[in-house]
Every structure is written in C-alpha cells, then in structure tokens.
C-alpha cells in the first residue's frame, strides 16, 4: 500500500508489526509504501517512510527480527542495548523503543521457536537454549551470506505464489534461512559448537537406516536432523559418515534423490498436456529454474526439458 494519510500510514504499520505502539503522527508531507508478505512461521515487511521522523515502542518477545536498513537512520534501545540499524542487524529479543529519520526498512521475522528448535536438532541437545550474543553480523562475509539467503527466501518462497503452495520450499525456506540466523550472528550455538569432539563411528546399518529413510520420505519435509535420528546418530557424525563412505553429504543424497525422483515425473508427464518443467521442480523443492536446470544436467548429462519432449 501507498498512503499521504498520517493516521492510515500509522494503523498500516502497528498492523503489520503486531505490537508496534506508535504516536499520533505529525507530519506536513507525510508519505509512506508498505508491504508484507507471511507464509508458515516467516513474515516479510518493506516500508518507506517520509515526513515523519519519530519514534515508538514494541515487543519482539517470541520473534527473530532482521532488519536491513536500506537508508535513513534507525535506532533501538533496550534497557541493556542500544543498537543501530545497519545492512544487518538482529532487533532485541524483548521489548525496545525505536527511533528513526527518514526511514527505508526491510525486516524479515521467524518464529524464534522454530530456530530454537532447529539448533536443539542440530546440536543433538534436547536441553539446549538459544541466546544471542550480538546483534550484527560475525563478518563482512555473514552480512553478505545473509542477505543473498534473505533474499532467495522472499523472492522466491514468500512472494511466490506457486512456491507457497509446495510444502518441499516452504520447509528448504525455513531451514536456509534458520541456518543463515545461526550461523551469521554471535550466539550459544555458536559456542555450543566450538569443541564438538570426535564424531562416532558409523556403522553399515545406520548408513543404510539413512539413505532407506531418505528414499521413502523423498517428498515430505525433512533434512539433517530427521535423516540423523532416523539413523541413530548426531547429525555431524552422520555428515562425516556420509563424506568418508558415500562421498557426500546426507543433504547431497537427498538433492540427487529428488533430482531422480523429478527425472521419472518428466519421463512420466505427456509433454502436451501434462506437468511442465517449472511444476516438477517446484514439486520437489526446486524454487528457481536455473539452478534445477544446472544439476539436472550435471547429473543427466541433458536439459529436463530435452526428457519431457522426448
């Protein structure tokens, strides 16, 4: 939405982000462009905003926020922090008052159950609590790492119309982005996993409870933590099991299973009438055609599309 109305800009935006309090607006020249987009446990928002330098207050209790500031200037405060928007930056995880100038803000917010969750799965460690260290990237390298994966997931799972309807990218969606969180800012996890210690030993039968449990959920959402469990063991001694006997990885397994699986739906489909190229894909977890494109014929030696016109 676009909007030269004060009050409707402000209810615009306490609606978009929940429990944003914001005061009655002064403003001579006030405009403002919103947009949201939501999808499972991920949200979106964009917003512009001119002719209202001010400030308000909210609460990200239960929510992973990253903002991008695109430009202008905005400003957090907690009683424990003060933190500056920034090309990343991690809003506190309480309440805050915020202030800015001239405001152009991108936010993407996740479930901070899910990335919780997630990292217990990773770690192994049921007990595990997730806290936060720092609220800007590690590096130069994770700020980028991180806008590239923030923007892979918005543009082509939150603001895709068919790729919302695949349960394969929403959940790829989630993941990547739950690990781009963790892995981008200072974190117990990432202290958590500063001293794993040796892997275990992988035995032939738990490598075959793995690939058996990958091949019969190929189209149901799951990744390293299900494969792992399913084999009885963490998910970095299986990773190291996977490289040392098979020659990748528990989640290489499953990209090239599902590239097999999409290769039979091709060789299936009636090139006249039946699926096309882009809804195989998008059935088995491949939101952009290049990248399917380039492994399908890595590993078929040919274009999908060559096997649907066969």
């Known amino acids: 939405m676009t909007t030269q109305d004060p009050e409707e ?26 947009a949201t987009a939501a999808l499972g446990p991920l ?5 512009r905003l001119t002719g209202w330098d001010s400030g308000g207050a909210n609460d990200s209790t239960g929510l992973l926020r990253i903002g991008h500031l695109a430009h202008g200037r905005f400003l957090l405060r907690t009683d424990l922090a003060e933190i500056t928007g920034g090309p990343a930056f991690l809003f506190p995880a309480g309440p805050y008052a915020a ?12 479930e901070a159950a899910v990335v919780e969750n997630y990292a217990r799965a990773v770690t192994g460690r049921a007990d595990f609590r997730l806290r936060f260290t720092g609220h800007h990237p590690r590096t130069d390298a994770h700020t980028k790492y991180w806008q590239a994966t923030a923007g892979q997931v918005v543009q082509h799972v939150l603001t895709d119309t068919v790729a919302a309807a695949s349960p394969l990218l929403l959940d790829q969606g989630v993941r990547s982005l739950t690990t781009a969180v963790l892995q981008t800012f200072p974190s117990t996890f990432l202290d958590s996993s500063s001293d794993p210690g040796p892997p275990e030993r992988a035995h032939p039968a738990a490598l075959r409870r793995a690939v058996a449990f990958i091949d019969a959920h190929l189209a149901e959402p799951i990744g390293l933590p299900e494969i792992a469990a399913a084999a009885r063991m963490s998910p970095r001694g299986l990773h190291a099991a996977f490289r040392r006997h098979l020659d990748t990885t528990p989640l290489g397994y499953l990209r090239t299973a599902r590239i097999d699986a999409a290769h039979r739906d091709l060789l299936a489909a009636d090139p006249t009438s039946g699926p096309t190229v882009a809804s195989v894909a998008t059935r088995w977890g491949f939101g952009r055609p290049g990248p399917f494109v380039a492994a399908y014929r890595a590993q078929y030696g040919k274009a999908p599309a060559e096997t649907l016109r066969r």
Do not use: I, N
């Open 9 to 34: 800009g402000r209810a615009a935006l306490e609606r978009a982000y929940r429990r944003l309090r914001l005061p009655q607006p002064d403003a001579t020249s006030f405009e403002m462009s919103l």
């Open 43 to 47: 949200s979106a928002q964009r917003v």
């Open 99 to 110: 202030r800015w100038e001239s405001l152009g803000l991108k936010t993407l917010t996740v």
